[in-house]
C-alpha cells in the first residue's frame, strides 16, 4: 500500500511541477481563446473518429479470440480499458481487458494475455510503419534526420522478430526451457510448474491465433486505427487555426504517445504528455506557445472523448455484472 501511496504522490508532483513549467512559457489566456474560437463540427468530427478507433480495436480483438465474443461487447470492454489506461500510469489500465472478458465472458485470463500481447505488438508495428511513411515526406527537417529514420526502421524490426518468433517458434523455446529446468532438478517445484503450465497455454493460445487468424487483415486493421487517431489529433490542430500537415501530427505526436509508457507518468498523462508533445511539435517547427497550447489542449479532449465512453461503457457491462 505504501509503494501505490507513493507513485500517487509522485504523479501529482510530476503533474504539478512539468505544468507549473509549461504555462510559465504561455498565456493562460490564449488557451481559453483557442477553445473558444473551436468549431464544434470539428469537436463531433474527432470524436467520431476516435470512436472509430475503439471500434477497429473491438474488430481486432474480436478475430484474435477467434470470434467467440462480439464486436459490441468488446467495444464496451475496449471503452473501459481506455479509460483506465487514461487514468492510470504505466499501461496498467490494460489489466482491465484480462479481467472484463474472463469476468463476463469466460476467457480464460491466459487468452485474454495472448491478445493483448499480440494487439500490441501489431499496434507498435503499424505506428513505426506510419512513422516511416511520415519521415519520408518531411525528412528535411531538424528533428527528422537519418538517425531517428533508423531507431524507427530498428524498432519496427525488433517488434516484428518478437511477434515472429512467438507466433512460430514458441514451442522451440519452451522445449530448450523445461530441458534447463529437468537439468537442474527445478521441474518439480510447484511454482515452476505453474509456470510451465501458463506458457504452454500461451503458446498454445499464439498457435490458435496463428492458425485461425488473418494475421495480415489484422495489421490492416491495427494501421486504420492509428490513422484514425492521427487524423484526430489532425482536425484538433485545424481547429485551433495551426497549420500543420498530417505527417508533421503523426512525427510531432509520436513522442507524446512514447510517454504512456513511462512507469511513472503525471495523473491523467497531464504535464509529461504535454511535455512530450511540446518536444516533438517544437522540433518540428511550431512556435513554442502554439506547442504548449495546442498539446494541453489536444490532451484534455482526448481525455474527454476517452471518458465520455468508458462511462457509457461501464454503465452497460455493470449489467453483465463486472
Known sequence: MEHRSYAKYIAVFITLVLLALLFTQINLGD???????????????????????????AW???????????????????????????????????L?????????????????????????????????????????????????????????????FIVFLILILTLFYGNFFLYYFLNFLRRYNLYNLSYILFLVKKCEELINYFEAIKNNCKLLFVMVISTIIWICLFSMSYLMMLAMNIDVTLNVVILGSSIALFTTLLPISGVGGYGTYEAGWTIGFVSLGLSKESAITSGFIAHSLGLIF????????????INKKV
Open 31 to 57: 488557451i481559453i481563446n483557442t477553445l473558444k474560437s473551436i468549431n464544434p463540427i470539428y469537436l463531433i468530427a474527432g470524436f467520431i473518429l476516435y470512436t472509430c478507433s475503439y471500434l477497429f480495436r
Open 60 to 94: 481486432r480483438f474480436h478475430i484474435l479470440l477467434n470470434k467467440e465474443v462480439g464486436i459490441k461487447e468488446l467495444f464496451l470492454v475496449v471503452c473501459v480499458q481506455n479509460m483506465m489506461n487514461n487514468i492510470l500510469p504505466a499501461r496498467i489500465g490494460e
Open 96 to 156: 482491465s481487458y484480462i479481467y472484463i472478458i474472463k469476468k463476463i465472458y469466460s476467457t480464460p485470463s491466459t487468452q485474454g494475455i495472448a491478445t493483448l500481447f499480440i494487439s500490441r505488438l501489431f499496434d507498435i508495428i503499424s505506428l513505426g510503419l506510419l512513422l516511416s511513411i511520415s519521415f519520408i515526406f518531411i525528412s528535411n527537417t531538424i528533428f527528422i534526420n537519418q538517425f531517428f529514420f533508423l531507431l524507427v526502421v530498428s524498432l519496427i
Open 306 to 317: 476517452g471518458i465520455i465512453l468508458g462511462i457509457s461503457g461501464y454503465l452497460l457491462l
